[in-house]
């Protein structure tokens, strides 16, 4: 494997959805940048690690998501506080120039943000990455019942917590 | 089966990567050596204490190569037997005698091991 163009191919092809993946879960961009940069060094340092991966994609996301919850880890000694964090109002959907949706938007990332780390992991990926449920099983290290369990709870949070705004813009 | 709530929150898009990121990453990463054998991650996590547990045993191998071969008598170290200790009674005496000395003192009592048989057999023990 020629790892120097296969390594911007890969970032072309995946960049963006592992940083968006990452910061939904870390709510911090240089800690996301962090991530990103020790994900790429492992591929860049051993150009094997994707020898007979299939899925590409599923398998940077997995790997990204084991080193976003070291970084939640090691740092939970610190001040800093993940969920306090998350909750707050770190930016993490693209701006438009319709209010509402704008509105909608931040509610979504506040939302989001009040999930624990775990319920939001599976949404991500089941929503914006289109993942099968035994496809989060299997990049997240859990089954695929617990993967439905905790999609099914989240939405439900958040249909409750965006349903008068949802409600409103329909 | 999704919901429109569902279909509508996917619709939602996140923020655009940094572009300056795709430079900064890549060269980062192109800058990092390549990954080191099994055996250099095997040992990384106490090299020191690798490399002077080696010595130690480099050191131990070395000065049993080296040391001089034990002298064959010295390894069968045998008992003086009993007329030895008969003959350095005698000599002591003598010197006694040849020293003027009146009261010659005894030479101190034959070791009973050195003069006994070493036999082990019990004599045999009549009960009544």
Known sequence: MSSAVNLERLYDEHAQAIFAFVLNLLRHEADTRDVLQELFTKIARDGRLLDGVKDQRGFLLRVAHNQAIDLMRRRATRTRNYEQLAAGKAPIFAATDDPDQQALAGSLAEALGELPPEQRAVVHLKLWERQTFEQIAGALAISPNTAASRYRYAIDKLRVRLRPLYDEIK | ?128
């Open chain 2, 1 to 128: 089966m999704n919901s429109d709530f569902e279909e509508y929150l996917r619709g939602q898009s996140f923020r655009p990567i940094p572009a300056q990121w795709r430079g900064e990453i890549l060269r980062a990463a192109r800058a990092q050596p390549a990954a080191a054998p099994w055996w250099r991650e095997w040992l990384w996590p106490c090299p020191a204490a690798w490399a002077g547990l080696a010595a130690a045993w480099g050191i131990i191998f070395l000065l049993s190569a080296t040391s001089p071969e034990e002298p064959a008598e010295a390894r069968q170290a045998v008992p003086a037997p009993g007329w030895a200790f008969a003959m350095l009674r005698q000599e002591t005496e003598i010197i006694a005698q040849l020293s003027g000395s009146e009261e010659s003192r005894p030479a101190p009592p034959l070791p009973p091991a050195a003069l006994k048989p070493h036999s082990r057999r019990r004599a045999p023990q009549s009960i009544g």
